[in-house]
């Protein structure tokens, strides 16, 4: 069963620095979410993204962070200069068609560790 | 925006037992109300979802209801076994104006099953 791919599983990166989150979507999918889960807390919505642009982001969501599908499978996330909370795990997910009760498929994630 | 709240935060039940776990929500417009599994480290799993037009689903040990009336919806679990030990979520979609949806999570349920 196709599964939604993240790399790398855990990262590792100083305060300050830039780091760049990998996923591949699920192939015929459409709509693409990144949310992210401090640890012990609730996972929460950071950004969907279809047809090429940004269809919604949260408040969390600011001028740090930017996403982009450089090609036709890969979904990345860029946080331009870490701070020491965004240290979380990051969750990739996506979903196909405009069919109102798809459900969103989830990746494994990556745990960023920001020092 | 849509405020989800669940409770209990930590549930321990003997194997056999049943559990129920409950959410409340606070847009109206909410239409789609999806339970996740998440074990340790991994990813949230769909383990059953429910559609704004139905009161109660049932898959196996596993059912769900609605009050939308209320804006509640609970998971319950029967035959309770070891491998149900995992964190809930409780969920709901809000169609935002982009005509993308996001999803909005409870703050989760540690689910202990006592052999």
């Known amino acids: 069963e196709p599964e939604v791919t993240q790399t790398p599983s855990h990262q590792v990166t100083q305060m300050g620095q830039e780091v760049i989150l990998r996923c591949v979507p699920i192939?015929?999918?459409?709509?693409f979410y990144w949310y992210r889960q401090i640890l012990g807390q609730k996972v929460e919505f950071l950004v969907s993204?279809?047809?090429?642009?940004?269809?919604?982001k949260s408040e969390i969501f600011d001028d740090q962070f930017s996403v982009e599908r450089p090609d036709g499978s890969n979904f990345t996330l860029k946080i331009r200069s870490t701070k020491l909370e965004d240290s979380a795990m990051y969750f990739c997910?996506?979903?196909?068609?405009?069919?109102?009760?798809?459900?969103?498929?989830f990746g494994p994630g990556t745990r960023l560790t920001v020092l | 925006g849509e405020n989800v709240e669940q409770h209990p935060s930590t549930l321990s039940v003997q194997e056999g037992d049943s559990a129920v776990i409950k959410c409340t929500y606070s847009?109206?417009?909410?239409?789609?109300f999806p339970w996740y599994k998440q074990e340790l480290g991994k990813r949230p799993q769909l383990i059953i979802d429910?559609?704004?037009?139905?009161g109660e689903k049932k898959d196996q040990r596993i059912a769900v209801t609605l009050n939308k009336t209320a804006k509640h919806f609970s998971l319950h679990i029967t035959e309770t076994q070891p491998e149900d030990s995992a964190v809930y979520f409780c969920?709901?979609?809000?169609?935002?104006?982009?005509?993308?949806?996001?999803?909005?999570f409870g703050t989760g349920t540690r689910l202990t099953i006592i052999p």
């Open positions: 997910a996506s979903r196909p068609t405009s069919g109102v009760y798809n459900e969103q498929f």
């Open positions: 192939s015929n999918h459409l709509y």
């Open positions: 993204f279809y047809n090429n642009e940004i269809s919604e």
């Open positions: 847009d109206s417009a909410s239409n789609y």
């Open positions: 429910i559609r704004s037009n139905v």
């Open positions: 969920a709901t979609r809000l169609i935002s104006n982009f005509g993308n949806e996001k999803l909005t």
